[in-house]
């Protein structure tokens, strides 16, 4: 099976077999078992959202399952979903402080009101669970470390080179999915095998480069690092070309990424390529082929709610 991203003529296939887990999540929401069907005729488009969130989450633990080679519990995907919520909280709360020139201790990242409501909710649904300890001290020492090399990432990614950026993607995005492998492990009184992790960690990283292509818009208005814009730097000619697209609104697809600045879409792809090498299990394989589609029509985010519904 080929490692490159998929193109156009791909997406009915995709989209096809992606859309019965879609409609499951929009109709029944099965991991937001608090959600009534009320808040989903009444808000149809934040349904949606959430749906699409929760059915790719599905494909995640699929993935997980298959490579562990056991079923997993049934509140899985709760658990899942609510842990991503503190990740996505915490970046908010980091991105935030990092623009307004405040302390990016992690003590004051992790203690701020937005990141302390979602611990609160996690709290409350780990609480009954007989492996919560176990996964609270786990949970701590590896988010610390986590930080901590991040944080020591910080000086090289100032400077935006590219290889910079990636070392920081690997920590970031995928070290994201790899805590993620981490709690269902323990969830199911196990630890994730480096296989696992492995995977974890470059589907995070597949779904990074995804993103920087559709989101240079916002990453470049909001001043946040990105790996295309990094890219582009070294070569001034593309970039000249993506700076006037920006300029003109032009949907920036990847037609138009392979025809206007085919160095800088060959890397990118090519790291796509890499990564999803790693991939061994199908329902990851799709996951990351899945997040790939935004990238095929331009589609791009005036808001970012994914992880934060």
């Avoid at 699929?62 to 519990?73: D, I, T």
């Avoid at 070294?234 to 085919?262: F, N, T, V, Y």
């Avoid at 890397?267 to 390529?273: A, D, H, L, S």
Wanted: with cysteine.
């Amino acid at each position: 099976m080929s490692d490159s991203p998929p193109s156009l003529r791909h997406v009915p296939g995709l989209l096809g077999r992606f859309a019965p887990y879609y409609l499951r999540h929009f109709a029944t929401a099965p991991f937001r078992h608090r959600d009534s069907l009320r808040e989903a005729i009444a808000h149809p488009v934040r349904r949606h959202q959430i749906a699409v969130y929760d059915a790719v989450m599905e494909l995640l633990l699929k993935g997980y399952a298959e490579l562990a080679g056991h079923r997993l519990r049934r509140e899985t995907g709760t658990v899942a979903v609510m842990l991503s919520r503190i990740g996505f909280a915490f970046d908010d709360e980091y991105e935030r402080r990092e623009a307004a020139g405040e302390s990016l201790t992690f003590e004051e990242v992790f203690q701020s009101p937005a990141v302390a409501l979602r611990l609160e909710q996690w709290r409350e649904l780990m609480r009954e669970h007989a492996s919560y300890g176990t996964i609270r001290e786990f949970l701590y020492e590896f988010v610390t470390s986590l930080y901590k090399s991040y944080r020591d990432t910080t000086s090289e990614t100032a400077r935006r080179s590219y290889e910079a950026l990636m070392r920081s993607a690997v920590i970031d995005s995928g070290g994201l999915l790899v805590t993620l492998a981490h709690v269902i492990a323990r969830l199911h009184g196990s630890v994730p095998t480096e296989n696992v992790i492995n995977q974890f960690s470059s589907l995070g990283v597949t779904a990074k480069l995804a993103d920087d292509l559709v989101d240079l818009r916002t990453d470049l208005a909001g001043g946040r690092p990105n790996l295309v814009q990094a890219l582009a730097f070294e070569r001034p000619a593309e970039q000249a070309r993506i700076a006037d697209a920006l300029s003109q609104g032009k949907r920036m697809h990847a037609g138009w990424w392979a025809a206007q600045c085919p160095g800088v879409y060959e890397q990118i792809t090519g790291t796509y390529e890499e990564h999803q090498a790693v991939l061994t299990s199908r329902w990851l394989r799709f996951a990351s082929r899945l997040m790939w589609t935004p990238v095929l029509f331009g589609h791009g985010r005036a808001v970012e709610t994914r992880g934060r519904l």
